[in-house]
């Protein structure tokens, strides 16, 4: 053997009798008996304590129906102060004072104290929000929380058809996304105003995740609101007051949205808007459901309260590490 490769052995033996020296002395490994009480946290607190709602005050755009609606019940159910936005257009088969009516009727709602309110708002326009803080803190309301998720299907077909509508009212980037940035612009300001530590929470989509070929505009302003998110939620939990910014991405939801498309799944119109308006019970909806159940693995799809679950924890005291993050709530079938 060579000198050379001799010292190699011994080097190497030398270590490996130091290492099992180090090994027959180290400590036995600690056990759960051997830590201390206050140092066992799992599990201390449930998934999010509903208590803490109580008496709070929540801001919730496009709040007549859908998503919208099935948020603003579930907090008005927690005893929370909500405040519902929307535009109440003319083609609008659901309407604030409606919502209103329907969910102080509620049985929970009543039983814990929970209020909601109306105030006519556009999300797109940033006049009509302003006006709509403006009385709200004429009233001496300070929000603690807000979701924003006013939005539409927009128009739809290839790009080139539907440049039309840029601009107006059927434009999903001035209505989504844009109408999402004066929201949170003016929300920040609120809570900065009164020194609120805040949460808020945004509506993006699937189709901000993956292609949405029929709708080309709507994917825009969903991914929009995916990278506003992350960058938001980022810049304002850093100085104070702290103000987190989350979104969920909602996939197929038993809501009028989705219902409507039915009617372009059956190419019978070219616009959501177009045509009859569309409810479950309707035999266009019945003919073209299967549609939208075949990508939905567990067979249904989401409720407007199943959203409302999620949204509820991004609120909540328990998800307080969490910002600039978005959470899918869809059980859809393909790429996201």
Known sequence: MSRYLFSVVVVAAVALVASCNFILDAPDVATKDDI???????????????EQF????????????????????TFARFGAHVVICSRDSNASWFTGAGAVEKIMKDDTVIEKKGTVRWIKADVSNKTELRHLFDELEGDSIVLDYAVNNAGIVGATGLL?????????????????LMGT??????????????????AIVN??????????????????????????????????VRNQPTIRINAIAPGFTNTSLVWQQAKLIAGVTQQVWEGDYITPSSQLWKDNERYFLDKCPTGKMADPLDQANMIAFLLAKESELITGSIFTVDGLIGEK
């Open 54 to 73: 109580v008496g709070k005050n929540i801001l919730v755009t496009g709040g007549s129906s859908g998503i919208g609606y099935g948020t603003a019940l």
């Open 160 to 176: 080139n058809e539907t440049t039309k509508y840029f601009g107006g009212k059927y434009d999903a980037v001035r209505n989504n």
């Open 36 to 50: 201390p009480e206050d140092v066992i946290f799992v599990g201390k607190r449930p998934t999010y304590d509903e």
């Open 203 to 236: 509506l993006a989509s699937v189709n901000g995740y993956r292609a949405a070929p029929r709708g080309p505009m709507y994917a825009a302003s969903k991914f929009g609101i995916l990278g506003l998110t992350r960058n938001v939620g980022i810049q304002y």
């Open 181 to 198: 940035v004066y929201s949170l612009e003016l929300e920040i300001e609120h809570f900065q105003k009164f020194n609120r530590s805040a």
